[in-house]
């Protein structure tokens, strides 16, 4: 199929990429099946690899792609520990557990969200009980359903967008926007109103690989928020969880941490008054392990430029053709926002992740050792 699509990243090259490192590497692979395509026709999957004994007590699980197209910085960070584990082995009760591209079908499309314009970082609830009510969310809406990308109904979304933003300032009005909203599919961080496919998979795999362990340590891989080039290492929970204190020990410094829920706040760029996060769907799982859930935040550009295209993506979705040159232009726009071009940037987020990865694994040697 010849499409106007980019080509030149794509789910399938970074797939490959990661199974042939996982190959290399000895690894144990399990393949969940996504129900929908790519833009090329290809199939797509959440493809699980486990480095070490799978009755391992002690375990580091590495996730990318929740938000889709920020995977292509997870993945390569995957594919690239793979090669370096390659040539170790590690202690008969420690595993490394690699969960390539939870959201493939986001990452395939270059969008942050999934298949049903669900942000997985608002996806994590019960929805058993009431969702979440953002009612400020309702007079912000129309600026995200706009029909036009360049006109008059676009200049009327952008004036109402900035006259907020003029009276309340840019934080407030993200507090908003990024708190996740339930009521609109068609809207900017949707939350859903059913548990997606991607978490339901995630518990899948949760259950199936890590419901024997006694500790684990889950980092949960990001790009966006931040300043340029620098990885944020981040714990993020409802409240204050029991391994909490052992996760400040071992980071120190390095690690922020972050409470979320209506009310908060956060001066990092993540959004500290959503709910359904991932890290707190881990410790909701998994709720007999010692279990620490980090978050690697990879700062990319200002967020006022990656809201705009953002935007733009999200009148692609909702009105453009996905396969015009136009498509073509905000999808590379959207890439460059998440996966910065620039080798600079891509080598130090990787040497800073191995870092990270790095010291988690030496504590969970120490932790195995008798």
Not at 111 to 124: F, G, H, S
Request: charged share 20%; proline share 6%; with cysteine.
């Amino acid at each position: 199929m010849t499409t106007g699509f980019p080509s030149h990243r794509s789910f399938a090259h970074q797939r490959e990429q990661f199974l042939a490192a996982a190959n290399e590497a000895g690894a144990q692979l399990h393949e969940y099946l996504h129900p929908l395509r790519g833009p090329f026709g290809e199939a797509l999957s959440t493809d699980v690899a486990l480095i070490g004994n799978p009755q391992a007590k002690h375990l580091l699980v590495a996730l990318s792609g929740t938000h889709g197209v920020e995977g292509y910085y997870g993945s390569d960070c995957q594919r690239q520990w793979l090669d370096d584990l390659r040539e170790r082995s590690l202690p008969e009760d420690v595993a490394v557990l690699m969960i390539h591209l939870i959201n493939p079908w986001g990452t395939a499309w270059m969008r942050r969200v999934n298949e049903d314009n669900i942000d997985l970082n608002r996806n994590y609830l019960d929805f058993n009980q009431a969702a979440p009510d953002n009612q400020p969310y309702e007079a912000l809406h129309a600026i995200y359903t706009c029909d036009q990308l360049r006109g008059p109904h676009r200049e009327q979304a952008d004036a109402l967008l900035n006259e907020r933003v003029q009276r309340e300032g840019w934080s407030a009005v993200m507090s908003i926007v990024e708190a996740g909203q339930y009521r609109h599919p068609d809207g900017l961080f949707y939350g859903g109103n059913a548990a997606s496919w991607s978490n339901r998979t995630l518990h899948r795999i949760l259950q199936e690989h890590l419901g024997h362990a006694s500790s684990v340590m889950c980092f949960d891989l990001h790009t966006g928020a931040g300043e340029y080039g620098h990885p944020m290492l981040m714990t993020i929970a409802q409240a204050p969880y029991p391994a909490l204190k052992d996760a400040q020990r071992l980071f120190g410094p390095w690690l922020y941490t972050l409470m979320t829920g209506a009310g908060s706040h956060s001066d990092t760029g993540v959004a500290a008054t959503a709910t359904g996060y991932t890290s707190q769907a881990i410790i909701d799982a998994l709720p007999q392990v010692q279990l620490m859930p980090f978050v690697i935040e990879c700062g990319t550009y200002p967020g006022e430029q990656i809201h705009t295209v953002l935007r733009d993506d999200q009148w692609l979705h909702l009105h453009g053709d996905l396969f015009s040159p136009e498509a073509r232009q905000i999808k590379l726009k959207l890439l460059e926002q998440f996966f910065p071009a620039d080798p600079d940037w891509q080598e130090l987020v990787w040497v800073r992740t191995r870092q990270i990865w790095e010291r988690a694994l030496e504590e969970l040697t120490k932790s195995a050792t008798p």
